[in-house]
Every structure is written in structure tokens, then in C-alpha cells.
């Protein structure tokens, strides 16, 4: 069974960090491209960042660039979102999610699309706050 599960959220002030996971069970993390979206109260859902299949080469939003980092832990089959210099509107419900036919080595945000992707995780909540 594919199942994502994502942790690591939680409360953090203006400027500080957190470390979201996600790790899967029932496929290698590895053979597909992961991608991480958001969704804050009343928005759309939102692409953050992705992670390419093998290459492991990632691509970010505009709006995260400089400040996120995702990379993977094949050993552990997991994905890692480094959340730094976090601001007031980061806050969010995170997910990561994947599809069997997302196997590109070259993860973009522009072409990374939510009604693409077949599993997800719950989510975990970041909140910023001071």
C-alpha cells in the first residue's frame, strides 16, 4: 500500500526554521519525483518545491527560494523540507505528494501540477507566529 506521511510541523517565531519529512511506505522514494504544496486558510494549494527521480535535482517557488531546501534520504526513504528564515506567511498545511507517472529527472514548479498527483500525504501544519 503507497502511503506518504508527512511530520515535522509545528509552531515556530518570524525568522526561525523548521524540518518537515515525509517518508513513504510500499514504493522507493527514489524511483519518482516528490513534490511538496501548501495550503493556508482560504487559498489555493500552491506547488513549493520538488525533487527530481535519481538526479535529486529540486526546483522552488519564487516566494521559498533561498530560504527552503529540499532534499532525500534514500537509506531512510524520505524527503526532507529545511524550512529556514520562515515569515508570516508561510503558514500553512504542508503535503507532499507523488504520482507513478512523475519519473522526470528534471522537476520543475511551473509544470508541477496538484490534480497530477495520485497519493498524498495528511499534511502537517506550519504556524508562524510570534
Known amino acids: 500500500q503507497v502511503q506518504l506521511v508527512e511530520s515535522g510541523g509545528g509552531l515556530v517565531q518570524p525568522g526561525g526554521s523548521l524540518r518537515l519529512s515525509c517518508t513513504a511506505s510500499?514504493?522507493?522514494?527514489?524511483?519518482?519525483?516528490i513534490g511538496w504544496f501548501r495550503q493556508a486558510p482560504g487559498k489555493e494549494r500552491e506547488g513549493v518545491s520538488c525533487?527530481?527521480?535519481?538526479?535529486?535535482?529540486?526546483d522552488y517557488a519564487d516566494s521559498v527560494k533561498g530560504r527552503f531546501t529540499l532534499s532525500r534520504d534514500n537509506a531512510k526513504n524520505t524527503v526532507y523540507l529545511q524550512m529556514n528564515s520562515l515569515k508570516p506567511e508561510d503558514p500553512a498545511v504542508y503535503y507532499c505528494?507523488?504520482?507513478?507517472?512523475?519519473?522526470?529527472?528534471?522537476?520543475?514548479?511551473?509544470?508541477?501540477?496538484?490534480?497530477?498527483?495520485?497519493?498524498w500525504g495528511k499534511g502537517t501544519l506550519v504556524t508562524v507566529s510570534s
Open positions: 525533487i527530481s527521480r535519481y538526479s535529486g535535482s529540486t
Open positions: 505528494a507523488t504520482d507513478p507517472l512523475w519519473r522526470t529527472s528534471k522537476c520543475t514548479i511551473a509544470t508541477m501540477y496538484d490534480y497530477d498527483m495520485d497519493y
Open positions: 510500499g514504493f522507493t522514494l527514489n524511483y519518482y519525483a
